[in-house]
């Protein structure tokens, strides 16, 4: 049974999305596909010498969850590298599997999230983007080695 | 026997057939009813199953076809009864029907062993239509073999196009389709394109996952080569399906895995091999699950399907026309709009609501959907979207089931729609 899976909150983070878009000149680029629905998300970023996100830019054909998640993952995006980003999906999983604010410490927009804990089978549709835009900083990690 | 012929139906009802599935008599959460609307993803299980997997496993559990024991002798009638029922089912006979683990595994075991018998160049054709378990062991198969792939044409309203199809034959060796789309409920003129097939110098393997649930199926009649079913679809356990092959072809096939079961004699250097249907099942064969879905065939023979489908096409109307009141210019199907030849089954989409979101919306009246793509990717690529929302209706549905969806549909414009 499902029960306030979709708050305000989180249809405005889905509706209110920021660095929605292309970038001119991509470093990297990825696009992954959730398997189970055919959900995309793409991304595009640009790197600083240190190897993190200057700039990213996304497209999301998703659900509200992947949505949400991408807008709210864009935002704060600028400064991580392919590894933070990785080691942040981590712990995401592992928040969402017990629904226990802050599911993201620092982050409260993606408290969002807190009803979906009960729903296994939602989860990927919330990593999608971090999976994306990881695979996005890498490609433009071993395009620049 | 086919189509319930000698069979004694029971006096069709909805509720009196609902009542016969123990997890549709309770709610799913309190003061909430099932309303079980995704049977093209699995069968429910009624109780006539449940009783013979339980008696079989707390009766009867041995292995078959080896020792000599009481037990060994019950489980080995009750696993060649079980091939005797699934044939009839089928009506054909139990020395060609092959136990497999399911639908996919059929195909894959045709793939590979008969597939061993192409040559390069030759070509496999295949139609958008297929789910991936009727679409990707051939993909696979020509990549390994060099054959071509060749594409089989659906029309707009997600039928085979049977007009493309005399034009697309030169070369082909095997015609790979589905009796019934999961996505459009378009039933396939199956001996029609089995004509043509043949005609042209090639065999056709039919996916019958879809089409069985709905009533016994004669094999024969259609004039196909290889006709698969999955277990789970018709309320059996999972893990299991079947295999109908021509005999002639099963005979000249080399087996697919390797084991005990599928041997004939077995010497340090090489072996010999079982007639089929053993030749395809190595190792011990899934008794219990076997043994479910003979009494899934039983039950289902038992059902006066004639008017169980008459009752399900008004339910199908029912839902398309409740989703064009509701969603207006928003609403596409992706399928016929008509009620002719096609399975109680409707996807759609609602433009600027995700069929996940509006599957988990319904889910709080209870009623169980299915989003996504169906595990049929290339279909809705055709169609220019990524996923639909799938309603498939079984005998025990009735028009409180649909009215629920209704009444989900409308919650879901409400939310994602403001």
Not at chain 2, 278 to 304: K, M
Not at chain 2, 318 to 328: D, F, K, P, S, Y
């Amino acid at each position: 049974m499902t029960d306030d899976l979709y708050p305000r909150d989180m249809l405005r983070a889905a509706s209110d999305v920021s660095r929605q878009g292309e970038l001119p000149a991509p470093d990297g680029t990825a696009a992954l596909d959730n398997p189970f629905c055919g959900d995309r998300v793409e991304y595009d970023v640009t790197l600083d010498e240190g190897h993190k996100i200057r700039a990213v830019r996304h497209r999301v054909h998703a659900c509200v969850l992947c949505q949400a998640s991408a807008s709210l993952l864009s935002a704060m995006a600028e400064g991580l590298d392919a590894e933070t980003i990785a080691a942040t999906a981590e712990d995401l999983l592992a928040a969402l599997k017990t629904g226990e604010a802050p599911l993201l410490p620092g982050h409260p927009g993606f408290d969002v999230f807190t009803s979906v804990t009960k729903h296994r089978a939602r989860f990927a549709c919330v990593l999608l983007p971090f999976e994306t835009l990881e695979a996005a900083a890498r490609d433009a990690g071993n395009k620049s080695a | 026997m086919g189509r319930g012929e000698g069979v004694n139906l029971m006096p069709y009802s909805p509720a009196l057939l609902k009542a016969q599935y123990p997890i549709l008599s309770e709610d799913i959460a309190p003061g909430v009813p099932l309303h079980y609307l995704d049977n093209g993803a699995t069968g429910q299980m009624p109780r006539a199953v449940l009783d013979a997997v339980v008696t079989h496993e707390t009766r009867n559990r041995a292995n078959v076809k080896r020792s000599v024991h009481t037990l060994a002798e019950r489980a080995t009638n009750a696993y060649d009864a079980a091939r005797e029922d699934v044939a009839a089912y089928l009506n054909v006979s139990a020395r060609d029907l092959v136990f497999t683990a399911g639908c996919t595994m059929a195909i894959n075991l045709v793939a590979h062993s008969y597939g061993s018998l192409l040559r390069e160049g030759d070509a496999i054709a295949v139609s958008t239509l297929e789910h991936h378990a009727n679409m990707v062991p051939w993909q696979m198969l020509a990549a390994r073999r060099g054959l071509r792939l060749v594409r089989l044409p659906a029309t707009a309203e997600g039928r085979l196009d049977m007009d493309a199809l005399p034009g697309l034959l030169d070369g082909v060796r095997l015609v790979a389709i589905t009796h019934a789309s999961n996505v459009t409920g378009a039933i396939t003129p199956v001996a029609e394109v089995a004509a043509q097939a043949r005609a042209a110098g090639a065999v056709t393997l039919v996916d019958g996952a879809q089409m069985a649930p709905h009533g016994p199926v004669d094999v024969p009649a259609l004039g196909c080569d290889f006709y698969v079913i999955s277990g789970h679809k018709l309320g059996a356990p999972n893990g299991i399906g079947a295999l109908w092959g021509r005999r002639e072809l099963l005979a000249a096939m080399p087996p697919f895995l390797g084991g005990g079961e599928m041997i004939r004699s077995v010497r340090f250097e090489s072996s010999t091999y079982a007639r089929p249907p053993q030749r395809f099942e190595a190792g011990t064969p899934p008794i219990g699950p076997a043994v479910g879905l003979g009494a899934a065939c039983r039950f289902h023979a038992g059902i006066d399907h004639a008017a169980a489908n008459r009752h399900l096409a008004a339910l199908t109307g029912r839902l398309i026309e409740g989703l064009r009141q509701r969603c207006g210019d928003r609403l596409r199907l992706i399928g016929p709009g008509d009620l002719a030849d096609r399975l109680p089954l409707v996807s759609f989409t609602i433009k600027g609501a995700h069929p996940h979101d509006i599957c988990q919306i319904l889910d709080r009246r209870g009623v169980a959907l299915r989003g996504g793509h169906h595990c049929a990717q290339v279909l809705h690529e055709a169609y220019g979207v990524a996923g639909s929302t799938r309603a498939s209706m079984a005998a025990f549905n009735d028009a409180g089931d649909i009215d629920a969806c209704l009444a989900g549909i409308e919650d879901a414009l409400r939310i994602l729609l403001p």
